[in-house]
């Protein structure tokens, strides 16, 4: 085969480190890599102070909270299940903005995509058909 540049590898030497980088990261413990990994929920309780939310916003977030509980509550430690909580009343926030804004069947989206081909039809000067001679 013909080699172009010095720099470029063959499939033969890339197979041989992928197959050694892949088998160097089994052999990798989880711990170290889970340990120099920081937590990005820390700082976020922090910066944010929990929302105000109507007593029945309170109830809807609190039964979002207890459904997501029951269905992965055996999976989540206790750090995970604080966050969700957390989510939940900041989902309902924005949940309750947006109940806020009034819409009638009859209203049609703010955006929406038009094709090109339509937009140039309508711009093109139209040509006179042709007369049957």
């Known amino acids: ?4 540049t010095g720099s470029l590898i063959s499939r033969r ?3 041989r480190r992928a197959a050694v980088v892949s088998a160097a990261a089994t052999l990798t413990p989880a711990e170290t890599i889970l340990a120099s990994s920081p937590s990005p929920a820390a700082p ?6 929990p929302p105000q939310l109507s007593p029945q916003a309170q109830i809807e977030a609190e039964s979002r909270y207890h459904q997501i ?8 430690d206790d750090s995970q299940k604080a966050n969700i909580k957390r989510m939940c ?3 309902q926030a924005t949940v309750e903005r947006i109940r806020k804004f009034n819409l009638q069947n ?16 309508k711009t093109s000067p ?8």
Request: charged letters at 20%.
């Open 106 to 121: 009859g209203n049609s989206s703010a955006l929406y995509l038009k094709p090109l081909v339509e937009h140039q039809k």
């Open 44 to 49: 976020q309780n922090s910066q944010n102070p």
């Open 13 to 15: 030497q890339f197979a």
């Open 69 to 76: 509980l029951s269905l992965y509550g055996d999976r989540l």
């Open 1 to 4: 085969m013909n080699k172009k």
């Open 89 to 91: 009343s900041d989902l």
């Open 126 to 133: 139209a040509v006179p058909p042709k007369s049957p001679s």
